[in-house]
C-alpha cells in the first residue's frame, strides 16, 4: 500500500510532521519570550521552504538564546540539527529547520530588512496588473 499524497506532493504523514514541527517552533520562540512572532505560508511563493518564522529578541544575546534554544529542542524532539547561520554575531540568526525556515533578528536589524513584508507580498502574475 502506498502512502497517498495532497496536492503539493507530501503524503499524510509528512504533513503531520511539518505541523508538528512549526508547532514546536513556535511554542519554543514564546517559551524562550521572542516578541513579534510571525508565521507566513511560502509554499506558493518559493520551493525553499513551506513556511517562514519571524521573531524578534531583544539583543543578541536574547537571539542567541532563543536560537540556542530552538536548535536543542528540534535535537531533543527527534527533528534532528537545524542548520544556522549568524550565530557568531547574533544580529540575525537565519535556523534552517528544513521544511521551515526561522529568522530570528534584533528588532533594528528586523525593521532595516522587513523580510516578513516581501514574502507577505502577493507574488502572483494578477498582482502585477
Known amino acids: 500500500m502506498t502512502p497517498t499524497t495532497n ?4 503524503t499524510a504523514a509528512s504533513n503531520q510532521t511539518e505541523i508538528e ?17 510571525v508565521s507566513i505560508d511560502i509554499r506558493e511563493k518559493s520551493g525553499i521552504a513551506d513556511f517562514m518564522v519571524v521573531a524578534s529578541g531583544r539583543s543578541n544575546r536574547h537571539v542567541g538564546a532563543i536560537a540556542d534554544q530552538l536548535s536543542r529542542a528540534m535535537r531533543e524532539n527527534n527533528f534532528g540539527k537545524p542548520k544556522m547561520e549568524g550565530a557568531n554575531q547574533c544580529d540575525w540568526v537565519l535556523v534552517d529547520a528544513g521544511d ?8 533594528e536589524v528586523r525593521e532595516f530588512y522587513n523580510i516578513e513584508k516581501m514574502w507577505a507580498a502577493d507574488f502572483s ?5
Open 100 to 107: 521551515v525556515i526561522v529568522h530570528l533578528f534584533r528588532p
Open 21 to 37: 514541527l512549526i508547532d514546536l517552533i513556535l511554542s519554543v520562540l514564546d517559551d524562550a519570550k521572542a516578541e513579534d512572532i
Open 7 to 10: 496536492t503539493d506532493g507530501k
Open 125 to 129: 502574475p494578477e498582482s502585477t496588473h
